[in-house]
């Protein structure tokens, strides 16, 4: 297992219960501990915890965009938010293994829902905790101001047919403590799983076609490890530098970083989304004190979500200049316009992220603003926001919510841009697999960490079964 993060420790450890022998390298700190707080994003400047990436926003802005880098990966430094992508997004999956029944039980399969477990289509049996809870005041307002405007009320933003409307957002929170996939899935097979922390994967060695380990770099100096199958999960954005290193990318980008091309396939790298996000500002009546999650309460809004941060920035993210707290505006119905950037020859460098905004993506911004401010000015708010203070004209200047996909996606033998078959295996290469946000064919319209983790535990199903088969087909012969 290349990556300990959200997928990572999934996978690793669906292998380790099938009985495989599992060595998981993950570049950041094999541990967890100090990073449960789920009011707080540990992200900020001074952060033992994160990647930093360079992310080029419409050609010109640049901006650091983080990622996880410890075990656990960014589900162990993100917001919380657990909201299933609705069924319909995975109509532009491959059918054949990601039908809607088969999506929903894997949804129902891997949580415990802490507070609607009895109802169907949740489980109550599954690793991950599901919780919500509303206590910022200013989520309690929201809500009621987007009731009040129209907006249907959910009571379960995870219910099959949710659809739009205001909510409270379902978390991977129990008693306060944010659960990643570190603990949810990897520590009950701690005994079993080889985790080596601070070990930097630089490339997957391929010999004649087929896997034969990984090299890279740890703190005694440089490794190698043999392995009959080896599964990235570096995560959307190093997992398709990891390929390209490796010699598996666009031939031309191959050419461009001076990496001989083992396989060429077009679609490493190219076609990756997010969702584009912008804030609307407010001045608060006064700092908020008490929050659970940094975001307890979202509206879905056809193209946007309206994002109810509990609290300003600084006080979420430590080191963090002070300022107002924010409604995020984020695009859900986003094109994949983006990119995967090598920029040297050397593999332990971190490449670029390009997220060119679509013209209609910042066409249902603007409707998105505008409804946030409509929001904020409405009664139901006025107890908590004094005034908007993002200027009615301010430029829109959209960032990247960090939900970023589809680097390496899955599709059809005869996609030219299928990075992977519909069991994630690499095409072109046995023995290796892609199992973490970068087999995304499409960008799902909700945040994404509760997908990674469904649709990795689905993937390690099938790639478990076919590893089974194949052991068999070798012992008959
Ligand atoms: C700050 C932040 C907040 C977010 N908030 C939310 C949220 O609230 N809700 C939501 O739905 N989504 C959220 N997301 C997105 C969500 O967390 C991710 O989509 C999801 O965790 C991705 O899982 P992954 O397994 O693909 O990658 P990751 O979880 O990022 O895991 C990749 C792992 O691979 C390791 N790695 C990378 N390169 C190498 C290498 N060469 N060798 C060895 N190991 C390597 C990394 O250190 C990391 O641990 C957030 C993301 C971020 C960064």
Known sequence: MVGGGSAGCVAAAGFARAGASVMLLEAGPGSTAMLSDARRLPIGPSSLYVDPITTRVDGVRDVVGTRGRVLGGSGAVNGAYFVRAPLADFARWPQDRWSADVVAEGFRRIETDLDLGDRPGHGTDGPMPVSRAVVAPVAEAFRRAATAAGHRDLDDLNATDAGDG??????????????????????????????????????????????????????????????????????TVRTAALLMHSGIGPRETLRAIGVDVVVDRPGVGVGVGDHPEVAVAYRPRRVAETWRTPLEVVLEAGLVELRCY????????????????????????????????????????????????????????????????????????????????????????????????????????????????????????????????????????????????????????????????????????
């Open 310 to 477: 509990s609290a300003s920035f600084d006080r979420l993210i430590e080191g963090v200049p002070p300022g107002d707290p924010v409604i995020g505006v984020a695009a859900m119905v986003a094109e994949p316009l983006g990119s995967v950037v090598p920029l040297s020859a050397d593999p332990f460098a971190a490449p670029r992220v390009d997220h060119p905004v679509a013209d209609a993506d910042r066409r249902a911004l603007v409707d998105g603003v505008a409804l946030a401010r409509d929001l904020l000015g409405r009664p139901e708010m006025a107890e908590v926001v004094d005034h908007v203070t993002t200027a009615p004209d301010a430029p829109l200047s959209p960032g990247a919510a960090l939900h970023t996909v589809g680097s390496a996606r899955m599709g059809a033998d005869d996609d030219p841009l299928a990075v992977v078959d519909s069991s994630c295996r690499v095409l072109g290469v046995s023995g290796l697999a892609v199992v973490d946000a970068s087999m995304f064919p499409a960008v799902p319209t909700r945040g994404p960490h509760a997908t990674v983790i469904m649709a990795a535990h689905r993937a390690t199903e099938m790639l478990v079964a076919e590893a089974v088969r194949s052991a068999a087909v070798r012992r008959e012969r």
């Open 166 to 235: 205001v909510g409270a957002v379902p978390s991977n929170v129990a008693g306060g403590r944010r659960v990643s996939a570190a603990e949810a899935f990897l520590a009950p097979v701690a005994g079993i799983v080889e985790v080596r922390g601070e070990a930097m994967v630089a490339r997957v060695d391929v010999v004649a076609g087929r896997v034969v380990g990984v090299s890279g770099r740890d703190a005694h100096g440089e490794f190698a490890v043999g392995a009959d199958r080896v599964i990235l999960a570096a995560g």
